[in-house]
C-alpha cells in the first residue's frame, strides 16, 4: 500500500512550525543524504511525455530522456544528442548523425532507428510535430546513427521545431516504446538521459525517486539553458508528493525538503525573511492563468456559453484571489500571450474591467442553460488553481450557473481530463490551467491554441476558419506578416472563444540556500547541474 503523505504528517501545521519526517522516509537516503535532493512538486500520475502535455511529466522526460536538440538561455536551437547535422541544397533534405556515447538505461546503444520512430509518435500531437509529419516525404534511417528528415517542401523552422521546449517536447525513446500510438501510454521508464529512474523507491502517490546515470556521456560545452552539458552534481532526487501546502511549507523551513516548487503564495514575505531560505523567479516570462471549457458536453457546446465565460471573468479580482501579491501580475487579453512579438488587442472589446455578470447571465440563457451540473476539476495542491476554482464556482452559482467541484490533486485532475466523457460518466466542464507566456508566441510549439477537434488539447476546440489561418504560420516570411496573422486568428478565437484567459502571474519557487545551479527556463524545472552544499 502507497505511503500517503497525508497520514505522515499532521495537516494545517502554522507557518515556521518545525516537524520530521518519519525514520522510515529518511532511511531511504541516508546511504547518500549529503548528496541527495529533496523536492516536493505535483503528483507525478503520468510518465510518458508525449502522451500528456503537463509539466510536471515534462520535468520527468527531461530527467530520464534525451532530446535530439535543445534551446540555450537565448532560446536559439543547439545540437544536444546529434554530433553533426546537414541539409541539402534544396532545402528539402536534412541529415542527422548521433553523437558518440549515447545508451539506453538498459545498456543498449541508442540509434536511428530510436529517433525515426520517436519523431513520428511526437508528430501525432505536438503543434510542429503535426506540420512536420505533414510536410514529410519520409522519415527514416540511413544507418545505426544516421537518419534523414525528407520534405516535400522547404521547412525553414524544422530545427527550432525540433528543439522546442513546449511539452510534448521530442523526447528520444526507444524504438520499442515509440513504436506505441500516442494514444497508448508508454509503461516502462527506461530513457538515456542524465537520470535514472529508481523502479525499486517507486512509492505511487507518495515518492518518486532519480538517480544519476553513472554512464551518462553529457557534451562537452558548458550548460546554457536546456543546452550544453548535462552534468549531474548529486547523486539522487527524490520528489516528495505532499499535497498539503502548509506541510509542504514546514518542510522546507525544517529542512526536511530542499526545494518547493508552488509555494503557498500568503507566505512569500515569511519566505523573503527567512536566512535559510530564497524566493526566486526560475521562469521570468510569466504564466498565462487560463480556463479551458469542454467543448463537447453542454452547456459549453454551445457558442454562447462559450461567450458568458468571457464576460464573466473579472481578471483583477481573479489574480487577486490566486496571487494576492499584485507585483506578481497583470491582466492579459491576447491569446498570443501578454509580452510576445505577436501579442495584440484583436476583438478585445468584450473585456471589461470587473466583468460583466449580468452579459453572462444573459448569454446563458440564450445558450439555453437549464441548470446542468457543470463540473469544475480542482487542483487542491496548487494554491492559485485550488483558490481561482473555488472562487470561479461561487461566480457562476452568483448568476444561477449550477456549478460543482470536483477536487483532487494535479494528478488526479490530468488523468481525468482526458476523459471525453459527459460529467456522469467522469467527464468534466472546465478547468484552471496555465501555459509559458513565452510559449504562446509560437502556434509551432504550443497545443493550446491548436482548434482541430479531436487533435486539439483538452477541452478539444473546433474551428475551421482559424485553423486554416494557423496552418500558413510557418509559411509566412516576415514578422509583420505574422503579426498580421495573428491579428487574424485571434478575431476568429475570441468569437468561437477557443479557451478564456484570467491573467498572468510570474510565479517564483522555493528552495534552501544550500541548493545552488538551477536553471532558469520556460516550462521545465531541469535537475542537472544542480548542486547541494552542507548547511
Known amino acids: 500500500m502507497p505511503i500517503s503523505r497525508r497520514n505522515l504528517f499532521k495537516a494545517g501545521i502554522a507557518a515556521g512550525t518545525a516537524l520530521s519526517i518519519p525514520s522510515v522516509l529518511r532511511a531511504q537516503t541516508m546511504p547518500t543524504a549529503a548528496r541527495t535532493v529533496r523536492m516536493v512538486k505535483e503528483d507525478l500520475r503520468v510518465f510518458d511525455p508525449i502522451w500528456t502535455a503537463t509539466n510536471i511529466t515534462a520535468d520527468h522526460g527531461m530527467a530520464i530522456?534525451?532530446?535530439?536538440?535543445?534551446?540555450?538561455?537565448?532560446?536559439?536551437?543547439?545540437?544536444?544528442?546529434?554530433?553533426?547535422?546537414?541539409?541539402?541544397?534544396?532545402?528539402?533534405?536534412?541529415?542527422?548523425?548521433?553523437?558518440?556515447g549515447?545508451?539506453?538505461?538498459?545498456?543498449?546503444?541508442?540509434?536511428?532507428?530510436?529517433?525515426?520512430?520517436?519523431?513520428?509518435?511526437?508528430?501525432?500531437?505536438?503543434?510542429?510535430?503535426?506540420?512536420?509529419?505533414?510536410?514529410?516525404?519520409?522519415?527514416?534511417?540511413?544507418?545505426?546513427?544516421?537518419?534523414?528528415?525528407?520534405?516535400?517542401?522547404?521547412?525553414g523552422l524544422l530545427i527550432d521545431i525540433l528543439a522546442d521546449l513546449t511539452p510534448p517536447c521530442l523526447f528520444i525513446m526507444r524504438e520499442k516504446d515509440a513504436s506505441l500510438s500516442a494514444t497508448e501510454q508508454v509503461s516502462t521508464?527506461?530513457?538515456?538521459?542524465?537520470?535514472?529512474?529508481?523502479?525499486?523507491?517507486?512509492?505511487?502517490?507518495?515518492?518518486?525517486?532519480?538517480?544519476?546515470?553513472?554512464q551518462y556521456v553529457p557534451r562537452k560545452e558548458a550548460p546554457?539553458?536546456?543546452?550544453?552539458?548535462?552534468?549531474?552534481?548529486?547523486?539522487?532526487?527524490?520528489?516528495?508528493n505532499i499535497s498539503d501546502q502548509q506541510t509542504?511549507?514546514?518542510?522546507?523551513?525544517?529542512?526536511?525538503?530542499?526545494?518547493?516548487?508552488?509555494?503557498?503564495?500568503?507566505?512569500?514575505?515569511v519566505i523573503e525573511s527567512d536566512p535559510n531560505l530564497e524566493l526566486p523567479v526560475l521562469d521570468r516570462t510569466g504564466k498565462d492563468m487560463l480556463l479551458r471549457l469542454n467543448f463537447l458536453q453542454k452547456p459549453f457546446d454551445n457558442v454562447k456559453a462559450r461567450q458568458a465565460m468571457l464576460?464573466?471573468?473579472?481578471?483583477?479580482?481573479?489574480?487577486?484571489?490566486?496571487?494576492p501579491d499584485p507585483k506578481y501580475v497583470t491582466t492579459v487579453t491576447s491569446i498570443f500571450g501578454d509580452e510576445t512579438?505577436?501579442?495584440?488587442?484583436?476583438?478585445?472589446?468584450?473585456?471589461?474591467?470587473?466583468?460583466?455578470?449580468?452579459?453572462?447571465?444573459?448569454?446563458?440563457?440564450?445558450?439555453?442553460?437549464?441548470?446542468?451540473?457543470?463540473?469544475?476539476?480542482?487542483?487542491?495542491?496548487?494554491?492559485?488553481?485550488?483558490?481561482?476554482?473555488?472562487?470561479?464556482?461561487?461566480?457562476?452559482?452568483?448568476?444561477?450557473?449550477?456549478?460543482e467541484l470536483a477536487p483532487s490533486d494535479w494528478g488526479g485532475l490530468t488523468t481525468r481530463r482526458a476523459n471525453k466523457g459527459p460529467v456522469e460518466n467522469g467527464g468534466w466542464n472546465m478547468f484552471i490551467t496555465s501555459e509559458a507566456d513565452y510559449s504562446l508566441g509560437n502556434l509551432l510549439a504550443t497545443p493550446l491554441l491548436l482548434a482541430n477537434g479531436d487533435k486539439a488539447w483538452y477541452g478539444w476546440p473546433k474551428n475551421d476558419e482559424y485553423e486554416a489561418l494557423r496552418a500558413k504560420w510557418a509559411s509566412v516570411e516576415t514578422l509583420e506578416e505574422r503579426k498580421a496573422l495573428a491579428r487574424k486568428m485571434?478575431?476568429?478565437?475570441?468569437?468561437?472563444?477557443?479557451?478564456?484567459?484570467?491573467?498572468?502571474?510570474?510565479?517564483?519557487?522555493?528552495?534552501?540556500?544550500t541548493i545552488t545551479g538551477l536553471i532558469g527556463m520556460p516550462q521545465i524545472v531541469p535537475m542537472w547541474n544542480m548542486q547541494k552544499t552542507s548547511a
Not at 521508464?189 to 538517480?211: C, M, Q, V
Not at 546554457?224 to 516528495?240: I, L, P, S, T
Open 311 to 323: 464576460h464573466l471573468i473579472d481578471q483583477e479580482a481573479f489574480m487577486r484571489v490566486m496571487v
Open 490 to 513: 485571434q478575431g476568429i478565437w475570441w468569437d468561437f472563444v477557443g479557451d478564456v484567459r484570467l491573467g498572468k502571474y510570474i510565479e517564483p519557487i522555493a528552495h534552501r540556500k
Open 248 to 269: 509542504a511549507f514546514a518542510a522546507l523551513q525544517a529542512g526536511e525538503i530542499e526545494f518547493l516548487q508552488h509555494p503557498p503564495v500568503d507566505f512569500f514575505s
Open 102 to 155: 549515447l545508451g539506453w538505461h538498459d545498456g543498449t546503444p541508442v540509434t536511428a532507428a530510436d529517433c525515426v520512430a520517436s519523431i513520428r509518435r511526437w508528430g501525432q500531437v505536438a503543434p510542429g510535430g503535426q506540420l512536420l509529419m505533414e510536410q514529410a516525404r519520409d522519415i527514416s534511417k540511413k544507418d545505426d546513427k544516421t537518419f534523414t528528415i525528407a520534405l516535400k517542401e522547404p521547412l
Open 189 to 214: 521508464r527506461i530513457g538515456s538521459g542524465p537520470f535514472k529512474f529508481n523502479e525499486a523507491l517507486l512509492r505511487p502517490g507518495a515518492s518518486y525517486t532519480y538517480d544519476r546515470n553513472e
Open 341 to 403: 512579438l505577436v501579442s495584440n488587442d484583436e476583438n478585445t472589446g468584450w473585456y471589461k474591467k470587473g466583468g460583466d455578470p449580468e452579459k453572462a447571465r444573459q448569454l446563458f440563457k440564450e445558450a439555453g442553460y437549464a441548470g446542468e451540473k457543470v463540473v469544475i476539476l480542482q487542483s487542491t495542491d496548487w494554491a492559485a488553481s485550488n483558490n481561482g476554482s473555488q472562487f470561479l464556482a461561487a461566480e457562476l452559482r452568483k448568476i444561477g450557473v449550477n456549478a
Open 65 to 100: 530522456y534525451d532530446t535530439l536538440f535543445a534551446l540555450d538561455s537565448k532560446f536559439k536551437p543547439q545540437p544536444q544528442m546529434v554530433g553533426k547535422w546537414g541539409v541539402s541544397d534544396d532545402k528539402k533534405t536534412y541529415t542527422f548523425e548521433l553523437r558518440d
Open 224 to 240: 546554457d539553458g536546456f543546452a550544453g552539458g548535462k552534468v549531474v552534481k548529486v547523486d539522487r532526487v527524490v520528489w516528495d
